[in-house]
């Protein structure tokens, strides 16, 4: 069979079992593909293999996996997520009363995709498509490090600006830095992608793609320092919860519950 016919197959289960919130037996998904029981049981194992598709519960019922979900959300356009975390953000600026922003993992790289100033803020450090290096930025790092070995190795693998004096770029600096950030939960840059400027931030973690975004807070170190440390961490960290139900809740309203179909409208934005 030709590789397009092959493909084509693959798609008609997807298609299939994200149409079936509940998930679908492999009897299901061959009474609704029509497919040989042989070809459905060959193709649902490769999907399973690259994560395309995963067990509910460890039955074989068969859901659309983490990987598929992973690759539609880092598709969706800023925008459509912009508007989701706002409301999520605007809150937060009245808590840490700093500028707090959304960033989000594109490709290899970090990039803020929303940002709320203060009323009285005249100075912001982020705004949309800003890049935020991986390896000095708190967004960066919080993403980093919760990434594939095989993501983190590759970016160690290359060399890195050294942004000021503070800037870690040897990979045993780095690589011990982002542990830090898995143990504790968070990141901190303090003086490493700019001088004197302080920024806290934390991992959005989506139940059906991993960390692809953060949140943060971002300020002169002077100032920022000045308020308190954990009350900041815990503002950040039940801001990234709120925007993580605020995404799951608008993609099954706007899609019916079809989770594969809004992100499918948001990529396409």
């Given at each position: 069979?030709?590789?397009?016919?092959?493909?084509?197959?693959?798609?008609?289960?997807?298609?299939?079992?994200?149409?079936?919130?509940?998930?679908?037996?492999?009897?299901?998904?061959?009474?609704?593909?029509?497919?040989?029981?042989?070809?459905?049981?060959?193709?649902?194992?490769?999907?399973?293999?690259?994560?395309?598709?995963?067990?509910?519960?460890?039955?074989?019922?068969?859901?659309?996996?983490?990987?598929?979900?992973?690759l539609l959300r880092l598709g969706t356009a800023p925008a459509s997520v912009a508007a989701v975390a706002r409301p999520v953000l605007e809150h937060l600026v009245t808590q840490v009363g700093e500028t707090v922003f959304l960033a989000k993992l594109v490709g290899e790289h970090v990039e803020t995709i929303a940002a709320?100033?203060?009323?009285?803020?005249?100075?912001?450090?982020?705004?949309?498509?800003?890049?935020?290096?991986?390896?000095?930025?708190?967004?960066?790092?919080?993403?980093?490090?919760?990434?594939?070995?095989?993501?983190?190795?590759?970016?160690?693998?290359?060399?890195?600006?050294?942004?000021?004096?503070?800037?870690?770029?040897?990979?045993?600096?780095?690589?011990?830095?982002?542990?830090?950030?898995?143990?504790?939960?968070?990141?901190?840059?303090?003086?490493?992608?700019?001088?004197?400027?302080?920024?806290?931030?934390?991992?959005?973690?989506?139940?059906?793609?991993?960390?692809?975004?953060?949140?943060?807070?971002?300020?002169?170190?002077?100032?920022?320092?000045?308020?308190?440390?954990?009350?900041?961490?815990?503002?950040?960290?039940?801001?990234?919860?709120?925007?993580?139900?605020?995404?799951?809740?608008?993609?099954?309203?706007?899609?019916?519950?079809?989770?594969?179909?809004?992100?499918?409208?948001?990529?396409?934005?």
């Open positions: 069979m030709d590789s397009v016919g092959i493909l084509a197959r693959y798609v008609t289960i997807l298609d299939a079992v994200a149409a079936a919130p509940e998930g679908l037996s492999l009897s299901e998904i061959i009474a609704r593909t029509e497919l040989p029981r042989g070809t459905a049981h060959r193709l649902v194992n490769t999907l399973m293999t690259v994560g395309y598709l995963g067990q509910k519960d460890g039955r074989k019922v068969y859901m659309l996996g983490s990987g598929l979900m992973r709320v100033t203060p009323e009285d803020e005249r100075q912001s450090f982020v705004y949309p498509g800003r890049d935020m290096p991986m390896h000095a930025a708190a967004s960066g790092k919080a993403i980093l490090a919760h990434q594939s070995a095989a993501l983190i190795e590759s970016f160690l693998s290359r060399r890195h600006p050294k942004y000021t004096s503070a800037t870690h770029v040897e990979a045993k600096s780095i690589m011990a830095d982002l542990k830090r950030v898995r143990a504790q939960g968070y990141a901190v840059c303090d003086g490493e992608f700019e001088p004197g400027v302080l920024s806290y931030a934390c991992p959005v973690l989506l139940e059906d793609a991993g960390v692809i975004y953060s949140i943060g807070s971002v300020a002169l170190g002077s100032r920022l320092a000045g308020h308190p440390f954990e009350g900041v961490i815990n503002a950040l960290r039940g801001a990234c919860e709120a925007f993580a139900q605020r995404l799951e809740r608008h993609d099954a309203a706007a899609a019916g519950g079809d989770r594969i179909g809004v992100l499918r409208m948001g990529a396409a934005q």
